[in-house]
C-alpha cells in the first residue's frame, strides 16, 4: 500500500477536528474524500503531510512512518501536495513556476524534459510558458499549480479542492488532467473534493467524510446514488 493513516486524530491547540481516521491510497489509484464544508478534509491532509502535527495515529508512505515528517522531506520522498487556492508565484512567470517545482529534484537536469512531458497534459498552459502567473486566469493557474507538483514526479499527488471556483468547461479540462496522472504519469491521487459528481467519475474508491469522522468507506460505483450520496453527505 503506498499510503496507510491509522487512527490519525488531529487539530488546532485544543480544537480536535478529525478523530480515529483510517484511509489508505494504492499504487496507481485515484481515492476520492467527500465530505461537506467543515468535515474536516483539509485537516486531514495538513496531518498527513506535516502541516500541522497528528495527535495521535500513524502515517506510513511508501513503506515508512512519516507521521509529523516536514513537509520538504515528504516532498522529496515523492508526495506532493496542492492545498486550496492554486498556490502559485504571480510575479514570475508559468515556465520560472514549473522550474521551482521541480527544485526538489536531485537530479536537476531532469526538470527539463519533465516540463516538456507535461506540455502534452497542459498544451494551453504549455503555450503562455513564457507570461507571468499572475496574468492566467482562476483555471489557468489551478492548471499549473498542479503542473508545479508534477515536475518532481511524485509517487502520489494529494489535491484539495481543485474544481473549487472554477467555471464548468474548465473543471472538465481539470478531471481529464488529473485521470491522467495515474494514467500517464504511474502516479496516484488523493482527491479532496465536494465536487461529487466529478470525483466519483474518476475515483476508483471513495471515503465520505463527516465531523471529524469517516462513515464511508468503498468502491466508487456503489456511492452513485443520489440516495446514498445524500445520506453520508448530509447525515439523513
Given at each position: 500500500?503506498?499510503?496507510?493513516?491509522?487512527?490519525?486524530?488531529?487539530?488546532?491547540?485544543r480544537?480536535?477536528?478529525?478523530?480515529?481516521?483510517n484511509?489508505?491510497?494504492?499504487?496507481?489509484?485515484?481515492?476520492?474524500?467527500?465530505g461537506?464544508?467543515?468535515?474536516?478534509?483539509?485537516?486531514?491532509?495538513?496531518?498527513i503531510?506535516?502541516?500541522?502535527?497528528?495527535?495521535?495515529?500513524?502515517?506510513?508512505?511508501?513503506?515508512?512512518?512519516?507521521?509529523?515528517?516536514?513537509?520538504?522531506d515528504?516532498?522529496?520522498?515523492?508526495l506532493?501536495?496542492?492545498?486550496?487556492?492554486?498556490?502559485?508565484?504571480?510575479?514570475l512567470?508559468?515556465?520560472?513556476?514549473l522550474?521551482?517545482?521541480?527544485y526538489?529534484?536531485?537530479?536537476q537536469?531532469?526538470?527539463?524534459?519533465?516540463?516538456?512531458?507535461?506540455?502534452?497534459?497542459?498544451?494551453?498552459?504549455?503555450?503562455?510558458?513564457?507570461?507571468?502567473?499572475?496574468?492566467?486566469?482562476?483555471?489557468?493557474r489551478?492548471?499549473l499549480?498542479?503542473?508545479?507538483?508534477?515536475?518532481?514526479?511524485?509517487r502520489?499527488?494529494?489535491?484539495?479542492?481543485?474544481?473549487?471556483?472554477?467555471?464548468?468547461?474548465?473543471?472538465?479540462?481539470?478531471?481529464?488532467?488529473?485521470?491522467?496522472?495515474?494514467?500517464?504519469l504511474?502516479?496516484?491521487v488523493?482527491?479532496?473534493?465536494?465536487?461529487?459528481?466529478?470525483?466519483?467519475?474518476?475515483?476508483n474508491?471513495?471515503?465520505?467524510?463527516?465531523?471529524?469522522?469517516?462513515?464511508?468507506?468503498?468502491?466508487?460505483?456503489?456511492?452513485?446514488?443520489?440516495?446514498?450520496?445524500?445520506?453520508?453527505?448530509?447525515?439523513y
Open positions: 500500500m503506498l499510503l496507510q493513516v491509522s487512527d490519525l486524530a488531529a487539530g488546532y491547540g480544537k480536535q477536528v478529525v478523530r480515529d481516521v484511509l489508505t491510497v494504492g499504487d496507481r489509484e485515484v481515492v476520492a474524500l467527500l461537506h464544508n467543515g468535515a474536516g478534509k483539509s485537516t486531514l491532509m495538513n496531518a503531510f506535516g502541516i500541522i502535527p497528528p495527535t495521535k495515529g500513524r502515517v506510513v508512505f511508501r513503506g515508512a512512518e512519516i507521521t509529523g515528517r516536514k513537509p520538504s515528504n516532498i522529496a520522498d515523492g506532493g501536495y496542492a492545498p486550496q487556492g492554486a498556490e502559485v508565484f504571480k510575479s512567470t508559468v515556465l520560472e513556476n522550474m521551482l517545482g521541480g526538489s529534484l536531485k537530479d537536469e531532469l526538470i527539463a524534459p519533465s516540463i516538456e512531458r507535461l506540455q502534452e497534459m497542459f498544451p494551453a498552459l504549455y503555450a503562455r510558458r513564457h507570461l507571468r502567473a499572475g496574468s492566467l486566469s482562476g483555471g489557468e489551478q492548471m499549480a498542479l503542473s508545479m507538483l508534477l515536475v518532481a514526479s511524485p502520489l499527488v494529494i489535491l484539495d479542492e481543485p474544481s473549487g471556483g472554477l467555471a464548468p468547461i474548465v473543471v472538465e479540462t481539470l478531471y481529464t488532467a488529473i485521470a491522467d496522472i495515474a494514467a500517464k504511474n502516479a496516484s488523493l482527491l479532496v473534493e465536494q465536487d461529487a459528481n466529478h470525483a466519483l467519475h474518476i475515483a474508491r471513495v471515503y465520505v467524510m463527516a465531523n471529524g469522522q469517516m462513515k464511508f468507506e468503498g468502491q466508487a460505483r456503489d456511492i452513485k446514488s443520489v440516495d446514498v450520496l445524500s445520506e453520508l453527505l448530509l447525515g
